[in-house]
């Protein structure tokens, strides 16, 4: 079948799917849009921001101030904009996702893509959050680009996406290291025969310093825009301090909530420090496969980041697909997928529960939360573990592969 | 020769001694649901004294001397250097389509304080408007130290000062704030007693009986400091009540005495008072009869003076003499026929409907009931837990859709744990409609530490308030600002005896997952043999490759 028939026949029926009429609920749902990424919030903030009020003057957005200016001016959200924006930029991600499939692969089209561009576009981990237009599939579609951009080595769009993601979502700094070393290596798959490489410092030194200027441009775009520094505190300082404790489906939320006062500072920059412990080790072992460790530390992101929504796993998940040779030495596929089938259906069920019948308490979701964090826990480290055991390739009867 | 030269050295040596004068009143009206509604007002008036200037704050205070003006308040208003205080504590819904606008406006149900504070100072404003909560509090025995800065608004649209600000080259701010759930119960009626000259002791001030006051369908007390330019300081302590006379009656009939509304008679008069009175609003077109006659008329008041030589009763009654038994219209399903009875202006109906416990809708309806169109300024001071959405916000008239009707909108938005919404709009409501005004809200999750002792209770949202700026056919009185009812809002709770359990939980798994992936990343593969069950490491070991390349 030819992938640009196949490609446009997914998007069309994706663009069918987010006209269907669905309930208003959706916008509201905690499990696909967290208040970092709510539409309601961003609709919001543009209706301030038109009227003169200064959206960052209080707790009502927490979005980037480009968000304000692109969707007050280039497209302006309604009824019938939504649902195409939200379309396109799914299939942009889907796209990126098929292109950095044809860069790691080396191959040109395959029959593949399709399948790669269905697995974007119809999981539901990431169309849900896509049909509550939340801006989570914004950042995806950031995520995918700056990734297939690194992996094509095109320097500037790839340091672009990369600062327009960190821009709107602090906590994928995770990413900008091996997004670097990705620009530097290569990224066709060489985790079955790893080998040290040897990375070219000054060139590493000039791509940094090319980050921080699209960074420094992003920033300062946004303070224009905003006419004023407020949304530091409102945008990049709320994924650290947290104000917003509406439930998710990550481990934040309720572990705030239920702590005392005086421990919250301490256990904050705990929280936040505990994310970034996992670049060094992630980038260093899978040095000779940095798309690799872009993977894994996006899933790092899915499990433990501040304000999760479905879409963040979900983009985990998806990007499996980029790493089929890792498929066969995964140790427990099944009970990970079963855990997850099983998170998530008690996610909505027992936020349904506590919030809407009231049958429930808090603890019935925050327990649903902690079995979708050991299913993402348990994808994360079956996937690490693939990752490392494929270098040692088949074994004989009679060896098996362990730890020393 | 004597005499004058004694008041010359009197005049001399005592340059600072302020006249001070004190009068007390009680207004009483029957109502059209045949309830009466009462009014005790006692006002101290400290002339040509001026508030304390804030810039004075630093040095020590002049000595003050009073012997009517009550020194406890003087001291709280004269420390924090405090232009204009109101504060009220009311119990129940005032309702205004059947007993019209109160004697005094601030009936909102809870407590309410605001106070015009100037700058100038080396300590803030915010911080003198705390220190005065507290002092306040601790005056009236109310928890008034619970309006913070979550609960301090600054809506100047909507409560202008009473009386005069002085200009002292600093800016005058206003601080305000709603505390729904706070009660007035009799604790708070004790140190009220104790600012008035004559305590409950004679004077209008005997009437004031807890059993009877605070069995009233709605009463409430308030406390009002202003000053004004050319009279001086002038403090106003009252007292409104919403009695029942056919509650108590055996043939349902409303007739009242002073002794069936309050359960006393004025036993004697307060000697220091210079003018006091008893003011009765007389019906229109219904017979009636006073006993004993009234010392005077007062437009459509009958006045009974209870001071001085004119002292004549320990009573007064007043009989609907061709009535067997009241029948109350307001209730009467054959002539209820909704706001056409209502004698308010404005009819404003606020409801919060919550579609489950994290989003819901905020409706408000205002109907006018006079023919011509009514602007009112529309003020929202809302906690930050329930979050408004600006956007959302649609307005209906007759069925339409009139976003033009609201005008000049001005919104803080909340800051989470901290400020609340201010929300103040001028909407024009046409003459005879309903304006329907429809927001949706979500409403915020707490830490368990923000929740109170009876989390499941809810939390009670503050009044909206509207201020009829074109009043319609009616004179002044008007122009009066109008509480609606207090809501409640249901809050999703956490549960408050897991936060050990939620550390341990959440900790492990994370500590779990990072654990495993540290293990993973760290130690290096090995292919050994198995032999059976059991691993051999030693001889077994017969490749060993490092994943990681490095060693």
Redesign the interface.
């Given at each position: 079948m030819d992938i640009n028939f196949a490609f446009g026949g997914l998007v069309a029926a994706r663009l069918l799917l987010s006209f269907v009429p669905l309930p208003d609920q959706l916008k509201?749902d905690?499990l696909l849009s967290s208040p970092l990424t709510s539409n309601?919030r961003l609709?919001?903030g543009?209706?301030?921001f038109k009227?003169g009020?200064d959206?960052y003057?209080?707790?009502?957005f927490y979005q980037s101030p480009l968000y304000l200016s692109i969707f007050s001016t280039l497209l302006p959200l309604n009824r019938v904009s939504s649902p195409i924006i939200w379309t396109l930029i799914d299939a942009v991600s889907a796209y990126a996702l098929v292109q950095t499939w044809r860069a790691r692969s080396g191959v040109g089209k395959s029959n593949r893509d399709a399948l790669l561009a269905a697995v974007y576009l119809f999981n539901p981990y990431l169309f849900l959050p896509s049909l509550a237009f939340s801006t989570s599939s914004i950042s995806n579609m950031l995520h995918l680009l700056s990734i297939m951009f690194a992996a094509r080595r095109k320097t500037s769009p790839a340091l672009f996406c990369l600062a327009a993601l960190v821009h709107v979502s602090l906590s994928s700094t995770l990413l900008v290291l091996p997004v670097i070393i990705l620009l530097l290596g290569q990224p066709k798959s060489s985790l079955a025969n790893?080998?040290?490489i040897s990375i070219d410092f000054e060139k590493g030194r000039m791509i940094g310093l090319e980050f921080l200027a699209h960074f420094a441009v992003l920033t300062l775009t946004s303070t224009f825009i905003s006419g004023g520094f407020q949304w530091l505190w409102q945008t990049w300082f709320v994924e650290l301090s947290l104000?917003?404790?509406?439930?998710n489906p990550g481990?934040w939320?309720?572990?705030?909530?239920?702590?005392?006062?005086h421990f919250r500072p301490f256990f904050l920059v705990a929280?936040s420090v505990?994310l970034l412990?996992?670049i060094a080790?992630?980038c260093?072992?899978f040095q000779?496969d940095p798309l690799y460790a872009a993977f894994i530390l996006t899933g790092?992101l899915g499990?433990?980041k501040a304000y999760p929504t479905l879409s963040d796993p979900g983009l985990f998940f998806t990007m499996i697909s980029l790493f089929p040779e890792i498929l066969p030495y995964l140790r427990y596929p099944i009970v990970t997928s079963l855990i997850h089938l099983h998170a998530s259906l008690l996610l909505p069920l027992f936020n349904h529960l506590?919030?809407?019948q009231?049958t429930g308490?808090?603890?019935f979701f925050?327990a649903s939360t902690?079995v979708f964090?050991?299913a993402n826990?348990a994808a994360?480290?079956d996937c690490?573990?693939a990752g490392?055991?494929i270098?040692?390739g088949e074994?004989k009867e009679?060896?098996?592969?362990?730890?020393? | 020769m004597l005499c004058v030269l004694l008041a010359a050295w009197a005049a001399y040596a005592n340059p600072g001694v302020e006249s001070e004068h004190f009068e007390e009143d009680l207004v009483i009206r029957p109502l059209k649901d045949g309830r009466i509604g009462t009014r005790f007002s006692f006002t101290t008036t400290l002339e040509d004294v001026s508030p304390r200037n804030p810039e004075s704050l630093d040095g020590d205070d002049d000595s003050q001397h009073y012997t009517l003006f009550p020194l406890t308040l003087g001291q709280i208003l004269r420390e924090y250097a405090i232009t204009e205080l109101h504060l009220s504590l009311n119990a129940g819904k005032w309702n205004y389509d059947t007993w019209g606008m109160p004697d005094e406006p601030g009936v909102a149900t809870g407590g309410e304080l605001w106070a015009w504070i100037a700058d100038g100072a080396s300590t803030s404003v915010d911080q003198r408007w705390q220190g005065l909560r507290n002092a306040l509090a601790g005056l009236f025995c109310a928890s008034l130290g619970a309006m913070d800065e979550q609960r301090t608004t600054s809506p100047s649209r909507t409560f202008r000062p009473e009386g005069s600000l002085p200009d002292w080259g600093h800016p005058h701010h206003l601080r305000h704030a709603f505390l729904p759930s706070e009660h007035v119960c009799t604790e708070n009626l004790t140190p009220f007693y104790k600012l008035l000259p004559c305590k409950s002791f004679s004077g209008i001030a005997t009437l004031l009986n807890p059993h009877r006051l605070f069995d009233a369908d709605w009463h409430g007390m308030s406390i009002h400091v202003l000053w004004k330019e050319g009279v001086g300081i002038q403090v106003r302590l009252t007292f409104q009540a919403v009695l029942d006379p056919i509650r108590n009656s055996w043939n349902k009939k409303r007739d009242w005495s002073l002794k069936s509304l309050f359960g006393r008679r004025i036993e004697q008069s307060c000697p220091i008072s210079s003018a006091s009175q008893i003011r009765v609003s007389i019906p229109e077109d219904q017979p009636h009869l006073f006993t004993p006659q009234p010392s005077g008329v007062d437009g459509s008041y009958a006045v009974f003076n209870v001071s001085g030589g004119e002292w004549l009763f320990t009573d007064v009654e007043m009989r609907w003499h061709n009535e067997t038994s009241f029948q109350n219209r307001f209730t009467d399903p054959r002539t209820a026929t909704g706001k056409q009875n209502s004698v308010s202006a404005l009819s404003v109906q606020r409801t919060l409907k919550s579609?489950?416990?994290?989003?819901g809708s905020l409706n408000v309806a205002v109907t006018n009931n006079r023919g011509d169109d009514i602007q009112t300024t529309y003020l929202e001071t809302i906690p930050?837990f329930v979050?408004l959405?600006?956007?959302t916000l649609r307005i209906e008239c007759n069925g339409t859709r009139r976003g033009d009707l609201l005008d000049d909108?001005t919104?803080?938005?909340?800051?989470?744990?901290s400020?609340p919404?201010l929300y103040q709009s001028t909407l024009t409501v046409p003459a005879g409609s309903t304006v329907y005004m429809t927001m949706?809200v979500?409403k915020?999750?707490?830490?368990?530490?923000e929740h109170p002792p009876d989390a499941q209770r809810g939390w009670d949202l503050p009044p909206a308030v509207f201020v009829p700026i074109k009043a319609g056919q009616k004179g002044s009185d008007e122009l009066e600002r109008i509480y609606t009812p207090i809501l409640l809002v249901d809050l999703?709770?956490?549960?408050f005896s897991?936060?050990y359990n939620?550390?341990i939980?959440?900790?492990t798994?994370?500590t779990?997952?990072?654990g495993?992936?540290?293990?993973?990343?760290?130690?290096?593969?090995?292919?050994?043999?198995?032999?059976g069950n059991h691993?051999t490491d030693e001889t077994?070991q017969?490749?060993s490759?490092?994943?990681?390349?490095?060693d």
């Open positions: 509201y905690h309601l609709h919001e543009i209706y301030l009227n009020v959206p003057s209080g707790g009502v790893p080998k040290p104000p917003d404790l509406t439930p481990l939320w309720y572990f705030f909530t239920e702590m005392f006062d929280f505990h412990i996992y080790p992630v260093i072992k000779y790092v499990t433990v506590w919030l809407s009231g308490n808090a603890n925050y902690l964090g050991v826990g994360l480290m690490v573990w490392l055991r270098a040692l074994t009679g060896y098996e592969v362990v730890q020393q | 579609v489950n416990k994290y989003r930050w979050q959405f600006l956007h909108t919104y803080t938005p909340p800051i989470p744990h400020r919404t949706d979500t915020a999750f707490l830490r368990y530490t999703a709770t956490p549960d897991m936060p939620v550390i939980m959440s900790s798994l994370i779990f997952i990072f495993s992936v540290f293990n993973l990343l760290t130690r290096k593969f090995i292919v050994t043999k198995v032999e691993k077994g017969l490749e490759a490092s994943a990681g390349g490095k």
